[in-house]
Structures are given as C-alpha cells and as structure tokens.
C-alpha cells in the first residue's frame, strides 16, 4: 500500500486560550480529490496553512508529501501548489509575464518552463492571448490561468482555498474537469469549497465543526450516513 501524501495525527492548533484545531486526524492519497469543508471559522484555513508549512501545529504530527511540516516547511513548499479564494496573479503583467515569472519561483529552466507554459496555454485555449495584459481577461479565465500556475512545477500535491468563488456555474464545471485532469496525473488535490454541490465532485469529504472533524467519507457514505438526499443536507445536519 503506498504511503498517503498527507498523514495528518492529533493535530492541534491554539491561540492563547481559543483551539482552532482540535486533534485533527485524517490521511489522503495520491491523486484523491479531498474536500475540507466547513462553515467560517470551524478552522479550515488554520489547517490548510499548516499543512502548507506556513504555521506550526501546537501539537500532534502532520506530514506532507512525506515531508514533518514542523521540522520541514521549506522541503513542503517545494513539493505543493497553492491557490487562494482571491486572486493571486499580478494585474500589471501579461498571461505569459505571469507563468514566467511563477516558473523562476519554482526553479523550472528556460526549456522546461516554455514546453508546460505553451501546452498549458494550448489546453486552455490561452495561447494566442499570451501577451494580454492579464487585468483584461475575465474573472472565470483568472481562476483558470492561477490554478494552471499552480501546476507549472507539477507538484505532488496543489491547496486550493474556494477557488470558484464569485464565477459562473459553466466556468465552476470547467475548472473542476481541471482539477480531475490534474487529479488522473497523480495529482493530489486538496480543496476547500462552500459550494455543497461542488463535494459531490470529490473522492472523499470532511466536514469541520468548532475546529474538530465531524465527519469523513465519500459523498455517498456521508448521504446514507445521515439519510441525506444531498451534500448541503448532510451539511447542515452537522452544523444547526
């Protein structure tokens, strides 16, 4: 059996007297799809910058692409891709100004950078416009071009934070058969979302209530688990 790209054990996270994370344990495979759930403030951010080797647990284990993000942060980062709910490519640079300047981030050569940046781009449909300024395009091609960014260096494993937030249901479904193209690469993909419907996409889903992990199963388990004819009923179920 191959060893989970992230093994989270007793997580702890506190802040003066407030636990924001309260001995989370859970582990994700190679190339899942593993939603994070919960409302603002259950403690989902707090995780994730964890485990993305920006903040140290309190206490307990957390490893990352076989890395102790506590004792190895920058070995982490090296290894993993992020995107944020708000956008983070700069406005002022071209769509190809913004890959090249991503790929020097990561250490990608000249020749490397150029054959994932065009074949990203052709994938898109984005190649022909690769010297637009990217404040011209829209909000929906934005989100696309940053989680594209986010792969440039294929990483073992890529954090988006609500990266549909605020685009059209048609660019949502596109951005999600991203994400499983990504995933059927062996791309491990870790991803917090407030759209109920959007965990019925993932391999398995966990739902975060005051910093502890209510529930984990796939999206049909958690269904027959708690009668639910949906995510967002299972959903609400675990937070009233």
Known sequence: MNQPVIEVKNLVKRFGHFTANDHLTFSVEKGEIFGFLGANGAGKTTAMRILCGLSSPTEGEAMVAGFNVKEQPEEVKRRIGYMSQKFSLFEDLTIWENMRFYSAIYGLSAKVFKERATRLLRDLTLYEERNRLVSTISLGWKQKLAFSVAILHEPSIV????????VDPITRRQFWEMIYEASSRGITVFVTTHYMDEAEYCHRVSIM?????????????????FNAANMNDVFLALTR
């Open 159 to 166: 954090f988006l934070d609500e990266p549909t937030g605020g």
């Open 209 to 225: 209530v005051d910093g502890r992990i209510d529930a984990l199963d796939t999206p049909g388990g958690l269904k027959k688990q």
